[in-house]
């Protein structure tokens, strides 16, 4: 089972900042925190991932709460082609990648 | 190759049948994984591959499905006796060994099964 709750889904209107949630209470201290995206038809890919300091890359941002309970994906400037299911995922090393349902961002023009 | 190749990309057949899915990893990455998503769903992890290790099997739904990976590369994915139930996307994901937690997985395109 999933160890990640997102919501189902979220709109996000075009040129602004899109910040997807995710809770993930029970994370153990050797599990990085992954987010990937699907876009319709095509397989996921990866975002970015952390441990517990906060991590940005070009693609977006990822913020974890000190006691990494929680953590949010900010997407600086959503156009319309970042409309996709994004996943959260808890995993340590080696282990499996275990996709929960996601949270469907809709990017509205 | 750049990315993870899968082949087919579509393949339709026909209730009771058997089929083969194909899937090459990027290269040098001795971790691969096999997916799947039914329409409207999540992933659902099937069978995972590292180096020379035992697989892990134990996403396969049924002794219909096996898998294998030849020479550490490119692995098979075999339906056999194939039910409606079946009709899917098929993902492949490859990985580095080991990576601590660098970049996870790449995925391919998928195969996208109908059995009808």
């Known amino acids: 089972d999933a160890k990640t709750t997102q919501p189902p889904s979220m709109d996000c209107a075009e040129g602004r900042a899109a910040n997807l949630p995710c809770n993930h209470s029970t994370i153990s201290g050797n599990e990085y925190v992954y987010w990937y995206r699907q876009i319709h038809s095509q397989g996921p890919q990866y975002i970015i991932h952390?441990?517990?300091n906060n991590e940005t890359n070009e693609m977006a941002s990822l913020i974890i709460t000190e006691d990494r309970k929680s953590s949010t994906l900010i997407l600086p400037h959503a156009t319309l082609r970042d409309t996709a299911v994004y996943y959260c995922?808890?995993?340590?090393?080696?282990?499996?990648?275990?996709f929960g349902p996601g949270t469907r961002l809709s990017v509205l023009p | 190759g750049a990315g993870v190749s899968q082949s087919p990309s579509n393949k339709v057949t026909e209730k009771g049948k058997d089929v083969e899915l194909r899937c090459d990893p990027i290269s040098g990455h001795t971790a691969l994984y096999w997916y799947r998503q039914s329409l409207g769903q999540g992933l659902e992890f099937l069978i995972y591959f590292q180096g020379n290790s035992a697989p892990d099997k134990s996403g396969l739904p049924s002794d219909r499905f096996s898998a294998e990976r030849t020479g550490g590369s490119v692995s098979t994915l075999t339906i056999q006796r194939t039910q409606q139930e079946d009709s899917a996307v098929y993902l492949c994901?490859?990985?580095?060994?080991?990576?601590?937690?660098?970049?996870?997985?790449?995925f391919g395109s998928g195969t996208r099964l109908t059995v009808v």
């Open positions: 952390g441990l517990k």
């Open positions: 994901a490859s990985s580095l060994q080991g990576a601590p937690a660098n970049y996870g997985y790449t």
């Open positions: 995922i808890v995993r340590a090393i080696r282990q499996n990648f275990v």
